[in-house]
C-alpha cells in the first residue's frame, strides 16, 4: 500500500481497509489487530467532523492522505480514523473494531477485566487496547508508530454494509462496512446487508 492506495475517497477506501491489520508500536510493545468494521466520512456529511469546515481540532482530516486522525470521543475515549481522499478535501475512515492478532498481553493490561472479545470491539476499546492516544494524531500511516498493514490475507468473510451507528445526523448513509469476527459475531451484522 501506498500514499495512492489512501488518496482514494473515503467510501471507497472504508471496505477495502477490512482484512488489513492496524499495528501500533508503544514503546517496542508492538500490538496489532485485523480491521473488522469501519465507517466513511466526506466533508458534505453532516455527520462528518469537516462539515463546517477546517478547524484546529480536523485539521489533520484536510491534510495529506494516510495519516491517522485521533480525536477525542464524549470527553472520555480516544477514535482513530485513516485520512483519505486528496489533500484539502476533509475526508476519513473510522476504524470502527479490530480483531486482535498480536500483543495480548499488553492489550488485556490496559482493558483490565475485559474478555479477549472485548478487547477492540468499538472505536474507544480498540484505541485504549493498542495503546493509539492523542499523541497519535497526525501520525504518517506508512512511516511511524501507527501503520496499516496488507499482509495478503483477504478478508475472511463478505463484508455487510448498512447505515452508521452511534451519530444523530447523516445515520442513513450506508458508509459502515463490516466482516464478522467468527460465528459468534454474526448477530452484530444482522442490519447490514452483503456489499458483494
Known amino acids: 500500500m501506498d500514499r495512492a492506495w489512501f488518496e482514494r475517497d473515503a467510501p ?13 508500536d508503544v514503546a517496542g510493545i508492538m500490538c496489532s489487530g ?3 468494521e469501519v465507517e466513511a466520512y466526506m466533508p458534505d456529511d453532516p455527520a462528518s467532523h469537516t ?5 484546529s481540532r480536523n485539521a489533520v482530516m484536510f491534510g495529506p492522505a494516510g495519516h491517522l486522525y485521533v480525536y477525542l470521543s464524549y ?3 480516544q477514535c482513530a480514523n485513516v485520512v483519505t481522499g486528496p489533500i484539502g ?5 473510522l476504524i470502527r473494531a479490530v480483531e486482535p492478532t498480536e ?3 499488553a492489550m488485556r493490561r490496559r482493558r ?9 470491539n468499538g472505536p474507544g476499546k480498540l484505541c485504549q487496547a493498542l495503546g493509539i492516544g492523542a499523541h497519535h494524531d497526525g501520525a504518517d500511516l506508512l512511516d511511524g508508530p501507527v501503520a496499516i498493514v496488507d499482509d495478503g490475507k483477504p478478508p475472511p468473510l463478505v463484508p455487510r454494509s448498512g447505515p452508521r451507528v452511534g451519530i444523530t445526523k447523516g445515520i442513513e448513509t450506508p458508509w459502515r462496512f463490516r466482516v464478522p469476527a467468527g460465528p459468534a459475531d454474526e448477530v452484530s451484522t444482522a442490519t447490514l446487508r452483503s456489499s458483494a
Open 12 to 24: 471507497e477506501v472504508a471496505p477495502d481497509l477490512l482484512g488489513k491489520c492496524l499495528v501500533v
Open 112 to 120: 483490565v477485566g475485559r474478555s479477549d472479545a472485548d478487547l477492540a
Open 51 to 55: 462539515f463546517n469546515g477546517e478547524t
Open 75 to 77: 470527553g472520555i475515549h
Open 34 to 36: 485485523r480491521i473488522i
Open 89 to 93: 478535501s476533509g475526508q476519513a475512515v
Open 103 to 105: 500483543g495480548f498481553g
